[in-house]
């Protein structure tokens, strides 16, 4: 079972917004609005950012938010602060599989 | 507080049995679909397993099917995870979750770690 496709990296500086992409395919991201986006400091948990494709958690900033065209999901973060550097990771209902994640993004502020 | 806490990982031989534990706390356990996601250190998430919340559906990705087992007990606020015929690929760090309603994750534990090493 493929995972979800994710830039390695990407970067910015404070202040300036950064898109995260999540690619896969019409069995899964394409065909379902069941998206979600999560953070992860490093030997942290996981901690949800976004589901549905756009709704937000109560108590996640709204500088976080998401959005899907196609076969493609992503996640845009607003006003960079340091404290967002992390790792995200994209989620998918996926056919056949049930859940499938993306390979992650190393988010450098 | 909702909280989820795992145990009962650690080191494990080639083709030995270990059995997760994740206990609830702070929510009504028995009404949500319950995960568990692996992760190796310095990789991705990876999805293991779920359950329904009266353990009457249960689903597995390919590489664990047949060699891992879910379940819960509803009773004492905990969800299992059953490990048989470990391999070493199966070394992570294994997080207990709890779903939302269509195919997310909205809480989470901390983890625990299993190594499968001779």
């Known amino acids: 079972q493929s995972a979800l496709t994710q830039p390695a990296s990407v970067s910015g500086s404070p202040g300036q917004s950064i898109t995260i992409s999540c690619t896969g395919t019409?069995?899964?991201?394409?065909?379902?609005?069941?998206v979600s986006w999560y953070q992860q400091v490093p030997g942290k948990a996981p901690k949800l950012l976004i589901y549905e494709v756009s709704k937000r958690p109560s108590g996640v900033s709204n500088r976080f938010s998401g959005s899907k065209s196609g076969n493609t999901a992503s996640l845009t973060i607003s006003g960079l602060q340091a404290e967002d550097e992390a790792d995200y990771y994209c989620?998918?209902?996926?056919?056949?599989?049930?859940?499938?994640f993306g390979g992650g993004t190393k988010l450098t502020v | 507080e909702v909280q989820l806490v795992e145990s009962g990982g650690g080191l494990v031989q080639p083709g030995g049995s270990l059995r997760l534990s994740c206990a609830a706390s702070g929510f009504s356990f028995s009404s949500y679909w319950m995960y568990w996601v692996r992760q190796v250190p310095g990789k991705g998430l990876v999805w293991v397993s779920r359950m329904n919340g009266d353990g009457s559906t249960t689903g597995y990705a390919d590489s664990v099917k047949g060699r891992f087992t879910i379940s819960r007990d509803n009773a004492k606020k905990t969800l299992y995870l059953q490990m048989n015929s470990l391999r070493a690929e199966d070394t992570a760090v294994y997080f207990c979750?709890?779903?939302?309603?269509?195919?997310?994750?909205?809480?989470w534990g901390k983890g625990t770690t299993v190594t499968v090493s001779s």
């Open positions: 019409s069995s899964d991201v394409g065909s379902y609005n069941f």
């Open positions: 989620c998918s209902y996926a056919l056949r599989i049930t859940v499938v």
């Open positions: 979750a709890r779903g939302g309603l269509f195919f997310y994750m909205d809480v």
